[in-house]
T-cell receptor, first 112, second 112 residues
Framework: KAGVTQTPRYLIKTRGQQVTLSCSPI?????VSWYQQTPGQGLQFLFE???????NKGNFPGRFSGRQFSNSRSEMNVSTLELGDSALYLC???????????FGPGTRLTVT | GNSVTQMEGPVTLSEEAFLTINCTYT??????LFWYVQYPGEGLQLLLK?????DKGSNKGFEATYRKETTSFHLEKGSVQVSDSAVYFC???????????FGTGTSLTVIP
């Protein structure tokens, strides 16, 4: 079974631009979560989607948004990029309520 | 609220040394507890888990016991190898199994 895939793996953007990251979960997994990983803050939860609905949300500004499609693939969008948004963005999928997440390799976003 | 606190690194050990990485948690209800490992350039991989008090999770020589009385889930390995060099994250999932909380990670370097 294929694992969680994320595209692109690396991205360089300029302040003020927007960016869209994509995540394809493991087949059959309908829950997708997004995390931001930075050296200073560690792993911070962004949001979780299940059946195209945002079910949980972390403490991030409205510039960070996401969505999930009917095939469970998910995208997250960051608008008006700031230097502090430079991070590794990780996606994880799970069977709902399974207490076990599987992570993708991440997208490394650099904002200049 | 829910949170995880783990010992700060970095930790440097010689090959075959004993490893302990401390992790304590705060949670409402009965969380499940996890250790994840992240190798350079990769996403997180589940190392082991425990779903109820006194459970012991184990994998690849690593062990951790769910201690409700001390709200702890310390990671141990009797004899580390160079290939164990990675960042280790302690995590918990809430009672729904849909939202996860991570510690800040502990970097381990094993030298020959």
């Amino acid at each position: 079974k294929a694992g969680v895939t994320q595209t692109p793996r690396y991205l360089i953007k300029t302040r003020g631009q927007q960016v869209t990251l994509s995540c394809s979960p493991i087949s059959g997994h309908r829950s997708v979560s997004w995390y931001q990983q930075t050296p200073g803050q560690g792993l911070q939860f962004l949001f979780e989607y299940f059946s195209e609905t945002q079910r949980n949300k972390g403490n991030f500004p409205g510039r960070f948004s996401g969505r999930q499609f009917s095939n469970s693939r998910s995208e997250m969008n960051v608008s008006t990029l700031e230097l502090g948004d430079s991070a590794l963005y990780l996606c994880a999928s799970s069977l709902s309520g399974s207490h076990e997440q599987y992570f993708g390799p991440g997208t490394r976003l650099t904002v200049t | 609220g829910n949170s995880v606190t783990q010992m700060e690194g970095p930790v440097t050990l010689s090959e075959e040394a004993f490893l302990t990485i401390n992790c304590t948690y705060t949670a409402t209800g009965y969380p499940s507890l996890f250790w994840y490992v992240q190798y350079p350039g990769e996403g997180l991989q589940l190392l082991l888990k425990a779903t109820k008090a006194d459970d012991k999770g184990s994998n690849k020589g690593f062990e951790a016991t769910y201690r409700k009385e001390t709200t702890s889930f310390h990671l141990e390995k009797g004899s580390v190898q160079v290939s164990d060099s990675a960042v280790y994250f302690c995590a918990l999932s809430d009672y729904t199994g849909n939202q996860f909380y991570f510690g800040t990670g502990t970097s381990l370097t094993v030298i020959p």
